[in-house]
């Protein structure tokens, strides 16, 4: 039994929405450009990614208002090859939910499980009509995908702790991974996108359940100080500029997050 020996964010460009789905209702009119990234695991059972990114394409036919920027650069086969690694090469795939800036790059990883909440494969392949746009990218359910349907809280392999943690998405899981050697890191998603919103127990303007949302947000926030772990932001500009990205390693942020287990 070993840990994770590697982590690297893989980069996927930016897009663009307002404050006000951010933070819940409230900076209406202030448009806000957000990275997307994904995150490449070395563990000794395999080589895993938590998440894919956003297609450029389809966002350009789907939802072109959110401005997508992405070169050819960002795009998964591209950051694949920047770390030295194929498509092909990635065992299994978890996808936190499948939001379309979630699952964008599943179809490239052809040789891949692709691990999810059981409710989550239902909700995306038949949404409720508010949530169309965000499932808005179905080429997950590619002729290759190969799906494992999960449930509650589970540890997919040594050291990588799924949390169920609902409300954004109805299967939506944040991801607890151990390194050798060093603190925890609390990749949580979508449950709340920034450091400022996270702090204020804020979750973003699309969701399917607000309450579960809200018990997810102070569940994450449980969590990191039982593990004294290190909570990663997932679409939050200025934290992102701190992130050491691929083909570099990912430690943490460096500093202690707000709920990270210094009190
Ligand atoms: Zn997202």
Redesign the pocket.
């Known amino acids: 039994m070993a840990k994770a020996t590697r982590v690297r964010l893989l980069d996927s460009g930016t897009l663009v929405i307002d404050q006000s789905h951010i933070t819940w209702n409230i900076g209406c009119g202030t448009p806000v450009r957000f990275p997307?990234y994904s995150v490449l695991i070395e563990h000794p059972d395999g080589l895993f990614m938590f998440d894919t990114g956003y297609d450029l394409e389809l966002v350009n036919a789907v939802l072109p208002f959110e401005l997508p920027e992405q070169t050819p650069e960002q795009t998964v086969p591209a950051q694949l090859a920047k770390c030295g690694f194929k498509p092909e090469e990635i065992d299994a795939v978890i996808n936190s939910h499948l939001?379309f800036?979630?699952c964008g790059g599943n179809k490239h990883l052809v040789n891949a499980t692709t691990f999810l909440h059981q409710d989550e494969l239902r909700e995306a392949r038949t949404p409720e009509p508010f949530e169309r746009l965000g499932y808005g990218d179905k080429s997950f359910d590619h002729p290759n995908a190969k799906f494992e349907l999960l449930d509650g809280d589970l540890e997919f392999a040594d050291g990588i702790h799924l949390f169920h943690t609902p409300g954004h998405t109805i299967g939506h899981y944040s991801m607890l991974l151990e390194l050798e050697g060093g603190r925890p890191l609390l990749f949580m998603?979508?449950v709340s996108y920034t450091a400022a919103a996270y702090a204020s127990d804020l979750q973003a303007g699309f969701h399917i359940d607000p309450v579960a949302g809200v018990r997810s947000i102070r569940r994450i926030k449980r969590l990191a100080k039982e593990w004294g772990a290190d909570v990663i932001f997932?679409?939050d500009a200025e934290a992102f500029r701190g992130y050491a990205l691929a083909p570099e390693t990912f430690t943490g942020s460096g500093v202690l997050s707000a709920a990270g287990g210094a009190q």
């Open positions: 997307v939001h800036d979630h998603a979508d997932t679409h």
